[in-house]
């Protein structure tokens, strides 16, 4: 009659180095899936919503947008201080940095106007 239980540890460990082979073999063959880049339409709504909840503010629209060399540089219209009538309301231009992700990394008021003001030439 033959000794199992020298045969058992053997096969056990053939088995679990079996095991680890196929498991590398799974994780090689799934794909890598880099995380998304947020996209423009999520670019502006995540400045809009910063910038209004840091100035305590509405932003009332994005004027400007372009990618830049550390993320995204934004120009967003503040409605400042509403008056009637509306066209005699105070608003300001912010200048927006996002890094490539959305998250703000600073602002600055670059200007103040009244709504009904157009620009001096």
């Known amino acids: ?21 196929e498991e590398r073999h799974e994780q090689a063959e799934e794909p890598k899936s880099k995380p998304r880049k947020p996209g423009p ?8 919503e910063q910038i209004s909840e840091l100035t305590g503010m509405p932003a009332e629209s994005v004027s400007s947008f372009e990618q830049s060399e550390g993320g995204w ?8 201080l509403e008056r009637v009538p509306d066209t ?21 008021r670059v200007g103040r106007y009244e709504r009904g003001r157009a620009d001096k030439k």
């Open 1 to 21: 009659m033959a000794n199992t239980s020298e045969n058992t540890p053997k096969k056990t460990q053939a088995k679990a180095d079996e095991e680890q082979s």
């Open 41 to 48: 339409m999520q670019i502006l709504r995540a400045a809009r």
């Open 73 to 80: 540089v934004l120009r967003v219209e503040v409605l400042e």
């Open 88 to 108: 005699m309301s105070l608003l300001a231009s912010y200048e927006v940095q996002l890094d490539p992700e959305g998250e703000l990394t600073g602002y600055r």
